[in-house]
Each structure stands twice: as structure tokens, then as C-alpha cells.
């Protein structure tokens, strides 16, 4: 590769921990990167007009990207445990939810899909309104009562009890409940036109990139702290433990399961195109 890839990446600790030996050209061979930071809902829409040559996304916005860019085995978030949760003011049901008003960070995102998916079985007569919030301003908008819930990710799963919040219930616990899979959450993707050799590359990059964040986790710490958002420390590690995961340095067969699990379920409900049947395949996929 002769010049730098543009990639965009959110701040969140998973995303700067996965990349920080890559980012800072500590990966023996690894390509240079130019690093645009932006949270997954922006990305997303990059990734649909064709923006960055690598992008972190969320697995449902990936029927839409397909034919330009291909999913990478490697560096994304997936796991057990780790699900969004649907938030409200008062402990209840699922059926507290039926016609109320839920607020959401995206519609192109995994967890909405997994929140549709949850909804369509266990909330009679489904949902009402749909606001789509930024994410910091979802449990806000909850707590003053703004909307009746909110869906949210990420670090407020360790937090959202500081907002005088319930955990109404817990999306990745129905998913893994009723499909034995890990959840499938955000994904790297990179544009087809930099060619398969270079696809390779990438990924053994960022594999490796993985594994010295977790032989030296120290020396990613700046960089993760850096753009943490003033997130507490204690939070960011958490937050790393939950996210970076065996799944992060290679999907594997449960992986790939999740991700076609997901979007096969999600077309089915008519959420998303449905997948050709080499979509998700990568040149090196075992």
C-alpha cells in the first residue's frame, strides 16, 4: 500500500485499543493509517456513500455496503454478555412497552435490530413511536421523561443506574437466549477496490494490532484514555473487557454464524435487503 488508508473509528475505548498499534505504526509491515474518529451512527452513513477506505459500522447497515466494501474477520466487537439494554424510569415489563414511545441512537444500527427482533416477540401489539436520539442524550431523555424508554449501548450498561434508571430488559440476553449465538454489535470493513492482496494485509494487521494490545495493554492506555470522553477509568477497562473479545481477532464459525443469524432474521421481518450468499466471504474466511 503506498499511501495512508482512511479509516474512521469511534472513541470508544474498544475501537482506540483494537487500533492503537496499528494507528501509531507499531505493527511490523502494517499499512499507515489516517485516522478519522466518529461515533458508528456517523459511520454508518459514510460507509453507504462510500466515504473512507476503512470503516468501523454496524453489522445491520452491512445489506446496504456489500458490494463496495468487504467485511473484515477481525476487529470488530461481538461477544457474550454485552447486548444493548431497553431502559425506562420504573421497573416493569415488556409489555409496559406496548404503544410507548422508545427512544433510539440509530435505525441502521445492530441494536435497533436486536431491539425489533425482541419487540416483535415478547411486546403485544408492539411499540409505539420511534425518536432517534444521539446516543449521550438518550438516558436524559428518559429520566425527565422526555420519551418512556430508551435503547442504549456501549458504556451504559455500567451507568445508567447513576441516571435513576431500570434495566427493562436486556436485548443480547434475549438474542443469545433464542439463538444460541454471541451478539454480533459493530464490524470493520474495508472497500473491495484496494484488492484482495491488500484485504489480507489489512487483516493480519489488525490481528496483530489485537494481540500487542493484549500482550501490553499499558501501552495502549494513553491513547484509549485520550479519547474516552472523560469516561472514569474503572469504566474503560470494563468497557474494554466486555467488547475486545477472542471474536475481535477472528470471527470464527460462531461469528459468522451470529452475523447471518441476525441479518437472515432480519429480513425475514422485512428490516433489512436480504444477503446474497457470499456477501459476508473474505478472501482468507476459514
Not at 409496559?96 to 445492530?110: F, I, Q
Not at 446516543?135 to 445508567?160: Q, S
Not at 422485512?270 to 456477501?279: E, I, M, R
Request: hydrophobic content about 45%; proline content about 7%.
Amino acid at each position: 500500500m503506498t499511501r495512508p488508508l482512511n479509516i474512521a473509528y469511534s472513541p470508544c475505548p474498544n475501537d482506540t485499543f483494537v487500533f492503537d498499534a496499528l494507528a501509531h505504526g507499531r505493527v511490523p509491515g502494517g499499512p499507515e493509517l489516517a485516522v478519522t474518529f466518529a461515533d458508528i451512527d456517523l459511520t454508518n452513513g459514510m460507509a453507504e456513500r462510500g466515504e473512507f477506505d476503512v470503516l468501523k459500522v454496524s453489522y445491520a447497515v452491512l445489506p446496504w455496503v456489500l458490494e463496495e466494501y468487504a467485511l473484515l474477520p477481525c476487529g470488530g466487537a461481538l461477544g457474550r454478555g454485552c447486548g444493548p439494554l431497553v431502559l425506562a424510569r420504573e421497573q416493569g415489563s415488556a409489555a409496559d412497552l406496548a404503544g410507548r414511545t422508545v427512544a433510539v441512537p440509530s435505525e441502521r444500527s445492530t441494536a435497533y435490530l436486536l431491539f425489533r427482533l425482541w419487540a416483535a416477540a415478547e411486546v403485544p401489539g408492539g411499540v409505539g413511536e420511534i425518536v432517534v436520539l444521539p446516543f449521550h442524550e438518550i438516558m436524559p431523555a428518559v429520566r425527565d421523561g422526555k420519551v418512556d424508554a430508551g435503547l442504549v449501548i456501549h458504556e451504559a450498561r455500567f451507568t445508567y443506574q447513576d441516571y435513576g434508571l431500570s434495566c427493562l430488559a436486556d436485548m443480547g440476553e434475549h438474542w443469545e437466549t433464542t439463538t444460541g449465538l454471541p451478539i454480533p454489535l459493530g464490524a470493520i470493513i474495508a472497500k473491495r477496490s484496494l484488492g484482495e492482496p491488500a484485504l489480507r494485509e489489512l487483516a493480519a494487521a489488525i490481528r496483530t494490532s489485537v494481540r500487542m494490545a493484549w500482550d501490553d495493554p499499558e501501552a495502549s492506555r494513553p491513547y484509549v484514555l485520550e479519547h474516552a470522553q472523560e469516561m472514569d477509568p474503572a469504566v474503560t477497562e470494563a468497557h474494554i473487557g466486555l467488547y475486545v473479545n477472542d471474536f475481535t481477532a477472528d470471527l470464527g464459525t460462531d461469528g459468522y454464524a451470529a452475523v447471518r443469524g441476525l441479518l437472515g432474521r432480519a429480513a425475514a421481518e422485512g428490516l433489512v435487503p436480504p444477503l446474497g450468499h457470499d456477501a459476508l466471504n473474505f478472501p482468507d474466511e476459514r
